[in-house]
């Protein structure tokens, strides 16, 4: 292994061996840092590799060493669709859509949950344990199965049925909480510590973000090593976020691509949005969202612990937050759906509608090429979300 660990609040360094958590002296999340920018001939070689491997293709850019092998399912690799049509129906920009719906286990939490448990199991670890709004417990249930690790997971009681049921269905060990994902990140604090199983929470381990970091690594390749003029995002945890920052940061270092960063816009729904209400006020840190509430669940994270850092790489590409409202989220679904036939999830809806918002008042340009995330499958919230809504029938 020849990166070590950075960590974001107070720069303390450490060596990435055992199995790291956060800052021992700070408590804020670590970030890799690797010894040398990336090479010409990384570039050359990752170009070369199939496209079935996935996301594993930048394997010279991730955390994995050489002889290691990493516990994939074939995620990434996820198509940047033109849609032209929805483009035209927004306010008509060069609209692109990448659709994360396309990986193993429905979402994007697949590329993450690839990293972190491919690191954790090199390192040790045979168990683990998380809270969950549905994707990511999904996402650790299986790749915990293709590792042949236990996977302990803690979900809110509102959690839609199907993304339990796969949860179930890959042999998680599944807990549900009356509350919120900060109440099942209470419930796994407390089994991690007694029972020993790695936590898998959001940044309380360094590797998601690498795996996340992806997502900004393949818009870039996509595109012919060029940089998208705005990317808006659905946050919650933000891990999607960071990663690409840290991508397009690293892309830009090495020279694989000219800058200027793609302008990074957060979307969160009106139910839950502290990183909006952080942003309008222009402060560096979130604070907790009383009574989270949103059909979007992957948004319903009250008091996200890398608020810090996703400020930051909001504030650092000169982008922006939006908050949207459910109705106005469920509208962009459907539009993503009837319009390009693509399986839109709430969030993936609601960055439609933040894309709507952002054109409409002139934050973004008709002339700009706008990535727009759907972040994964609709058909995992249930038969009709939108009938959750008030105003929908
Ligand atoms: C987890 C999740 C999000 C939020 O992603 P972060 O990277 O944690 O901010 C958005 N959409 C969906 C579908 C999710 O599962
Ligand atoms: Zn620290």
């Given at each position: 292994?020849?990166?070590?660990?950075?960590c974001s609040g107070c720069g303390l360094?450490?060596?990435?061996?055992?199995?790291?958590?956060v800052c021992e002296a700070c408590g804020s999340p670590?970030?890799?840092?690797?010894?040398?920018?990336?090479?010409?001939?990384?570039?050359?070689?990752?170009?070369?590799?199939?496209?079935?491997?996935?996301?594993?293709?930048?394997?010279?850019?991730?955390?994995?060493?050489?002889?290691?092998?990493?516990?994939?399912?074939?995620?990434?690799?996820?198509?940047?669709?033109?849609?032209?049509?929805?483009?035209?129906?927004?306010?008509?920009?060069?609209?692109?859509?990448?659709?994360?719906?396309?990986?193993?286990?429905?979402?994007?939490?697949?590329?993450?949950?690839?990293?972190?448990?491919?690191?954790?199991?090199?390192?040790?670890?045979?168990?683990?344990?998380?809270?969950?709004?549905?994707?990511?417990?999904?996402?650790?249930?299986?790749?915990?199965?293709?590792?042949?690790?236990?996977?302990?997971?803690?979900?809110?009681?509102?959690?839609?049925?199907?993304?339990?049921?796969?949860?179930?269905?890959?042999?998680?060990?599944?807990?549900?909480?009356?509350?919120?994902?900060?109440?099942?990140?209470?419930?796994?604090?407390?089994?991690?510590?007694?029972?020993?199983?790695?936590?898998?929470?959001?940044?309380?381990?360094?590797?998601?973000?690498?795996?996340?970091?992806?997502?900004?690594?393949?818009?870039?390749?996509?595109?012919?090593?060029?940089?998208?003029?705005?990317?808006?995002?659905?946050?919650?945890?933000?891990?999607?976020?960071?990663?690409?920052?840290?991508?397009?940061?690293?892309?830009?270092?090495?020279?694989?691509?000219?800058?200027?960063?793609?302008?990074?816009?957060?979307?969160?729904?009106?139910?839950?949005?502290?990183?909006?209400?952080?942003?309008?006020?222009?402060?560096?840190?979130?604070?907790?969202?009383?009574?989270?509430?949103?059909?979007?669940?992957?948004?319903?994270?009250?008091?996200?612990?890398?608020?810090?850092?996703?400020?930051?790489?909001?504030?650092?590409?000169?982008?922006?937050?939006?908050?949207?409202?459910?109705?106005?989220?469920?509208?962009?679904?459907?539009?993503?759906?009837?319009?390009?036939?693509?399986?839109?999830?709430?969030?993936?809806?609601?960055?439609?509608?933040?894309?709507?918002?952002?054109?409409?008042?002139?934050?973004?340009?008709?002339?700009?090429?706008?990535?727009?995330?759907?972040?994964?499958?609709?058909?995992?919230?249930?038969?009709?979300?939108?009938?959750?809504?008030?105003?929908?029938?």
């Amino acid at each position: 292994m020849d990166w070590t660990l950075e960590c974001s609040g107070c720069g303390l360094t450490r060596d990435a061996a055992g199995l790291p958590t956060v800052c021992e002296a700070c408590g804020s999340p670590w970030l890799v840092r690797y010894p040398r920018p990336y090479a010409r001939d990384a570039r050359a070689e990752l170009e070369r590799r199939p496209v079935g491997e996935g996301m594993w293709r930048y394997r010279a850019l991730l955390p994995l060493a050489t002889g290691e092998a990493p516990v994939t399912l074939g995620e990434g690799a996820t198509p940047l669709l033109e849609a032209t049509r929805l483009g035209a129906a927004i306010g008509g920009a060069r609209l692109l859509v990448k659709d994360e719906a396309a990986n193993p286990t429905g979402s994007f939490k697949a590329r993450g949950l690839s990293a972190a448990v491919t690191r954790a199991v090199l390192g040790g670890a045979r168990a683990f344990v998380l809270p969950t709004a549905g994707n990511a417990g999904v996402a650790a249930a299986a790749y915990g199965a293709r590792a042949g690790a236990n996977v302990r997971v803690y979900a809110p009681r509102s959690t839609p049925a199907p993304l339990l049921g796969q949860i179930a269905a890959y042999g998680a060990d599944l807990h549900l909480v009356d509350g919120h994902i900060g109440d099942c990140g209470a419930r796994t604090k407390t089994y991690a510590a007694e029972h020993g199983a790695m936590d898998l929470s959001t940044l309380r381990e360094p590797y998601r973000i690498e795996g996340k970091k992806t997502l900004g690594l393949e818009i870039a390749e996509q595109l012919g090593w060029r940089l998208p003029g705005a990317i808006v995002y659905p946050a919650g945890g933000g891990t999607g976020l960071i990663g690409m920052w840290k991508a397009f940061l690293e892309l830009i270092e090495a020279g694989w691509v000219a800058g200027p960063m793609p302008r990074l816009f957060a979307v969160q729904s009106t139910g839950c949005a502290p990183v909006v209400r952080a942003w309008e006020a222009g402060s560096d840190h979130c604070e907790a969202w009383p009574n989270p509430e949103t059909v979007a669940s992957g948004l319903r994270v009250p008091g996200p612990l890398g608020g810090r850092l996703m400020l930051r790489a909001l504030r650092e590409s000169r982008g922006g937050a939006v908050a949207v409202p459910d109705a106005e989220l469920v509208e962009g679904a459907r539009l993503l759906a009837t319009l390009e036939g693509v399986d839109a999830c709430p969030e993936g809806g609601a960055a439609v509608a933040a894309a709507r918002r952002l054109l409409a008042g002139g934050s973004v340009a008709r002339s700009e090429t706008v990535v727009v995330f759907n972040t994964g499958a609709g058909v995992l919230y249930g038969r009709g979300f939108a009938k959750d809504v008030d105003g929908e029938s």
